[in-house]
């Protein structure tokens, strides 16, 4: 059973920074693609960033460009969101995703099959 468990969430002041691990288990593929999400209460979830396995090829949604960067450990189990400037619209709940699926690796969440509970960023002014 595929498993994803975020963590690294927190209360930070604008200009601040956090980092979002999300530990994964439960499969064994070499294709995969990861995404961060992340959604406050009343809005639709929002694309963050995504990775593909084995590629590294990255993509971003356009109010994160140049502040967020999305990585993966040498063994390509955890997944990280770097958060750097952070302002208070980027308060939300953040949540990781994964999909097994042919295809590219968009930051679209109907794309995605797995999803993990979330991990709760608020930023302050």
């Known amino acids: 059973q595929v498993q994803l468990v975020e963590s690294g969430g927190g209360s930070v002041q604008a200009g601040g920074s956090l980092r979002l691990s999300c530990a994964t288990s439960?499969?064994?593929?070499?294709?995969?693609?990861m995404g961060w999400f992340r959604q406050v209460p009343g809005k639709e979830r929002e694309g963050v960033a995504t990775?593909?396995?084995?590629?590294?090829?990255?993509a971003y949604g356009d109010s994160v460009k140049g502040r967020f960067t999305i990585s993966q450990d040498s063994a390509k189990y955890t997944v990280y969101l770097e958060m750097n400037s952070l302002k208070p619209e980027d308060t939300a709940m953040y949540y990781c995703?994964?999909?097994?699926?042919?295809?590219?690796?968009?930051?679209?969440?109907?794309?995605?099959?797995?999803w993990g509970q979330g991990t709760q960023v608020t930023v302050s002014s």
């Open positions: 990775i593909l396995r084995p590629s590294g090829i990255t």
């Open positions: 995703a994964a999909t097994f699926r042919g295809g590219n690796c968009r930051t679209v969440p109907s794309d995605f099959d797995y």
């Open positions: 439960g499969y064994d593929v070499t294709r995969r693609c």
